[in-house]
C-alpha cells in the first residue's frame, strides 16, 4: 500500500509501501509472504515544479534527486515464495511501469523494477527469498499531490 501525505502546497510527505501479487505456471500453489513490503519512505518535495526520484535497490541502497527532503528511510521490499516445486530453477519478471495515484491529484511513476535473484531456485522445500527495488518520481510542471493514501499493486510473474 502505498500512503502520500502533503504538509502544504509546496511540502509533500510519502510513505509508499507497495503490496505484490504472483502469477505463475500451473505447476504448484506459489504464494508471497511479504516479509518487508517496498517503501519508499517519507519525504518532502523541495518544489512541485521539479520531477522527485527516489530510487532503492535490492540491496537497500538508496538514492534521490536534490528535489527530495528525505525524511524517513525508504526500504527496499523482502518476500519469501512458497509452494513451488522443490528445487525447480525459476525466473521472475515484472512490468515496465506502475502508475499511483490518490484520486485527482497527481499521479507517481513507479518503474525500474529489480528483482534479486532475477534466476534463482526454490530450496528443498520449495522455498526462496527475493528483493525488489524500483524507482519513484513525479511529474513535476507544479502537479499538486494530496494528502493520503497511494494504493499500489505489482503483479510480478514467476515461471519455473
Known amino acids: 500500500m502505498m500512503r502520500l501525505f502533503l504538509i502544504s502546497k509546496v ?3 510519502l510513505i509508499i509501501l507497495y503490496g505484490l501479487i504472483l502469477t505463475g505456471e500451473a505447476h504448484a500453489q506459489l504464494s508471497a509472504v511479504e516479509d518487508s513490503a517496498l517503501s519508499f ?3 518532502s518535495f523541495v518544489s512541485m515544479y521539479d520531477p522527485v526520484v527516489i530510487t532503492v535497490d535490492t540491496a537497500n541502497n538508496v538514492s534521490s534527486n536534490s528535489n527530495v ?11 519469501t515464495l512458497t509452494g513451488g516445486t522443490p ?3 525459476f525466473s521472475i519478471t515484472t512490468p515496465p511501469s506502475v ?5 485527482p491529484s497527481g499521479e507517481f511513476t513507479i518503474d525500474d523494477f529489480t528483482i534479486s535473484p532475477s534466476t534463482s531456485s ?20 507544479g502537479t499538486q499531490y494530496a494528502n493520503g493514501t497511494y494504493p499500489g499493486t505489482l503483479t510480478i510473474t514467476v515461471s519455473y
Open 122 to 141: 526454490f530450496d528443498g522445500f520449495g522455498e526462496a527469498r527475493i528483493t525488489v527495488g524500483a524507482r519513484l518520481q513525479s511529474s513535476g510542471g
Open 99 to 103: 502508475t499511483i495515484s490518490n484520486g
Open 41 to 43: 519512505g517519507t519525504f
Open 11 to 13: 511540502l509533500a510527505v
Open 87 to 89: 528445487n525447480a530453477a
Open 69 to 79: 527532503v528525505v525524511l524517513s528511510a525508504p526500504q527496499r521490499g523482502e518476500y
